[in-house]
């Protein structure tokens, strides 16, 4: 059997941990045979510094594993590692089954806000069909909403459980999307990484000259991105602040606030944010995948008291 090495650092649950199957993925994608070949550890993949050989890959799992048949993304949006993002949602399940006491994590009464949805709307796609949960996406980027939006009505599976909303202010997380009376088991957010665009441009380049004649074992180095995928005023640290700041103006209509957060030294200061608007609980969840090594940032208000479960 043609596998993907084994990938022992992601969530139990997650469906990409034992590897890539590339024999069932082409049978169900033939396109992505075009791409499939052994690589300089012995393993057979594909070249993650080709964008087309990446989204045929993410094509191919997500007909696999989710039934998602229509995936595709405009050029030059964000292409993203299927199984990372779909890490996210597991420990997100995790998070929300603790602070219930039950088997919230497959409950589909949850709802869930995803801030940045982007045009490749991954997140809710892959939390609706694995999880039964309802997503209201938000982006600022009218193209990447309205692509988001072509995703969800090809999808019929998905269709009645995603919603995207336009966000008009690159500064607002919440102002203008959440609207008044409405509640959120939990939102999710995958922050731009850089704080201009010289800096995503040379990230850019460090990530080809890595690769340059080689294959990327782990998967995580795949490229593509707008510039405000890719960067924002403050960077990844500035827009994680601003949201502590902002959730405390829907702190009654939200369970858990959660963000991807890339850069662990920012989390000292991201600790003094948190302090100052004095959330019931924080949490910090670890993940990985392949060499890349994230986590989550959660915190809560105590909106458990608000009916929410």
Same mark, same amino acid.
Request: hydrophobic share 40%; proline share 6%; glycine share 8%.
């Given at each position: 059997?043609?596998?993907?090495?084994?990938?022992?650092?992601?969530?139990?649950?997650?469906?990409? =941990?034992?590897?890539?199957?590339?024999?069932?993925?082409?049978?169900?994608?033939?396109?992505? @045979?075009?791409?499939? &070949?052994? /690589? @300089?550890?012995?393993?057979?993949?594909?070249? $993650?510094?080709? +964008?087309?050989?990446?989204?045929?890959? /993410?094509?191919?799992?997500?007909?696999?594993?989710?039934?998602?048949?229509?995936? !595709?993304? +405009? @050029?030059?949006?964000?292409?993203?590692?299927?199984? &990372?993002?779909?890490?996210?949602?597991?420990?997100?399940?995790?998070?929300?089954?603790?602070?219930?006491?039950?088997?919230?994590?497959?409950?589909?009464? *949850?709802?869930?806000?995803?801030?940045?949805?982007?045009?490749?709307?991954?997140?809710?796609?892959?939390? @609706? =069909?694995?999880?039964?949960?309802?997503?209201?996406?938000?982006? *600022?980027?009218?193209?990447?909403?309205?692509?988001?939006?072509?995703? *969800?009505?090809?999808?019929?599976?998905?269709?009645?459980?995603?919603?995207?909303?336009?966000? %008009?202010?690159?500064?607002?997380? $919440?102002?203008?999307?959440?609207?008044? &009376?409405?509640?959120?088991?939990?939102?999710?957010?995958? +922050? +731009?990484?850089?704080?201009?665009?010289?800096?995503?441009?040379?990230?850019?380049?460090?990530?080809?000259?890595?690769?340059?004649?080689?294959?990327? =074992?782990?998967?995580?180095? /795949?490229?593509? &991105?707008?510039?405000?995928?890719?960067?924002? !005023?403050?960077?990844?640290?500035?827009?994680?602040?601003?949201?502590?700041?902002? %959730?405390?103006?829907? =702190?009654?209509?939200?369970?858990?606030?959660?963000?991807?957060?890339?850069? %662990?030294?920012?989390?000292?200061?991201?600790?003094?944010?948190?302090?100052?608007?004095?959330?019931?609980?924080?949490?910090?969840?670890?993940?990985?995948?392949?060499?890349?090594?994230?986590?989550?940032?959660?915190?809560?208000?105590?909106?458990?008291?608000?009916?929410?479960?």
């Amino acid at each position: 059997m043609i596998r993907h090495a084994v990938k022992e650092k992601l969530h139990p649950r997650n469906r990409f =941990r034992a590897g890539y199957d590339f024999r069932r993925l082409i049978r169900h994608s033939p396109a992505l @045979a075009a791409f499939v &070949g052994p /690589n @300089a550890y012995g393993d057979h993949s594909i070249d $993650f510094a080709n +964008p087309d050989a990446v989204k045929a890959l /993410n094509q191919a799992l997500l007909k696999d594993a989710y039934g998602l048949d229509t995936w !595709d993304l +405009p @050029a030059g949006y964000l292409c993203p590692p299927i199984p &990372g993002r779909s890490d996210y949602l597991h420990y997100l399940a995790d998070l929300l089954a603790r602070d219930t006491g039950s088997e919230a994590s497959r409950r589909h009464s *949850v709802n869930i806000l995803d801030i940045g949805v982007g045009a490749n709307c991954i997140y809710p796609l892959i939390g @609706a =069909r694995e999880y039964g949960w309802h997503f209201v996406g938000s982006d *600022v980027d009218p193209v990447a909403l309205k692509w988001a939006g072509r995703l *969800v009505a090809a999808n019929p599976t998905v269709a009645g459980l995603i919603e995207c909303r336009r966000q %008009s202010s690159p500064r607002e997380c $919440f102002k203008g999307v959440v609207r008044p &009376g409405e509640m959120f088991d939990a939102t999710m957010c995958n +922050p +731009p990484f850089h704080a201009s665009a010289s800096a995503a441009a040379e990230s850019t380049r460090r990530k080809r000259r890595h690769l340059d004649g080689r294959t990327s =074992r782990s998967g995580v180095l /795949n490229f593509g &991105g707008t510039a405000r995928e890719l960067w924002c !005023d403050g960077g990844e640290l500035g827009f994680v602040q601003r949201m502590i700041a902002q %959730s405390v103006g829907v =702190r009654r209509q939200c369970r858990w606030f959660t963000t991807l957060v890339s850069q %662990s030294a920012h989390l000292p200061r991201l600790r003094q944010s948190l302090a100052a608007v004095e959330p019931d609980d924080v949490r910090i969840l670890d993940m990985a995948h392949g060499q890349k090594k994230t986590r989550i940032l959660a915190w809560t208000f105590g909106a458990r008291d608000l009916g929410l479960d």
